[in-house]
Nanobody
Framework: QVQLVESGGGLVQAGGSLRLSCTAS????????MAWFRQAPGKEREFVAA????????YYSDSVKGRFTMSKDSPKNTVYLQMNSLKPEDTAVYYC??????????????????WGQGTQVTVSS
């Protein structure tokens, strides 16, 4: 069993930055594939970024590439999403996701069996 807890959301002006954190508890953290998704009102859940268990490989959606950076701190059982140059269209609830297996399709939310409760990010124009 895995529990994921996100933090770090909030209200920020366009062009600003936020750092989200996701702390995992339960089964050994190093076996996880981890990802961030987001969901805006009235829209489907959208892939944002992912990282493999080594932390050496990261994947990003085109909409955030070059602005967002995902990283992990294995001793702290935590992954981060550093979000820079934020835009109003980044406004959404951001979810942390994990699975024990390496996804065959990283952006597919069905690949992840564990989810956090979400944290709200609001970017004002």
């Amino acid at each position: 069993q895995v529990q994921l807890v996100e933090s770090g959301g909030g209200l920020v002006q366009a062009g600003g930055s936020l750092r989200l954190s996701c702390t995992a508890s339960g089964r050994a953290f190093s076996t996880y594939a981890m990802a961030w998704f987001r969901q805006a009102p009235g829209k489907e859940r959208e892939f944002v970024a992912a990282i493999d268990w080594t932390g050496a490989h990261t994947y990003y959606s085109d909409s955030v590439k070059g602005r967002f950076t995902m990283s992990k701190d294995s001793p702290k059982n935590t992954v981060y999403l550093q979000m820079n140059s934020l835009k109003p269209e980044d406004t959404a609830v951001y979810y942390c996701a994990a699975d024990f297996a390496i996804p065959s399709n990283w952006p597919d939310p069905r690949e992840y069996g564990y989810w956090g409760q979400g944290t709200q990010v609001t970017v004002s124009s």
